[in-house]
């Protein structure tokens, strides 16, 4: 029971910091440093991981665009394995 809470809470925890990286890097993005884009894609990356909602659009926006489906099968190895099995479809999708 204590894992499960626990689990659930840093859960939240990643989505409230995907949200503030996303808020902040589209603050950010204008400056000419390339900080924000890389803070837009650190929070996409965490609501991606933490959020099955955010997830789904993400794999129908992979299917609907084929050549940011090629690019991302081309860098998939590289991911860590949490992202990589957030953004890759399987049959069970």
Do not use: C, Q
Not at 7 to 23: A, D, K, S, T
Not at 36 to 41: K, S
């Amino acid at each position: 029971m204590t894992r499960f809470v626990l689990g659930e809470i840093r859960r939240y925890v990643m989505l409230v910091m995907g949200l503030f990286f996303l808020i902040v890097g589209a603050i950010v993005l204008p400056l000419p440093l390339p900080f924000g884009a890389a803070m837009i894609l650190i929070g996409l990356s965490l609501l991606i991981v933490n959020s099955e909602f955010a997830r789904t659009k993400f794999l129908n926006l992979r299917a609907r665009w084929t050549s940011m489906d090629n690019w991302l099968r081309s860098v998939e190895h590289r991911l860590p394995r949490p992202l990589r099995n957030a953004i890759t479809p399987d049959d069970s999708d």
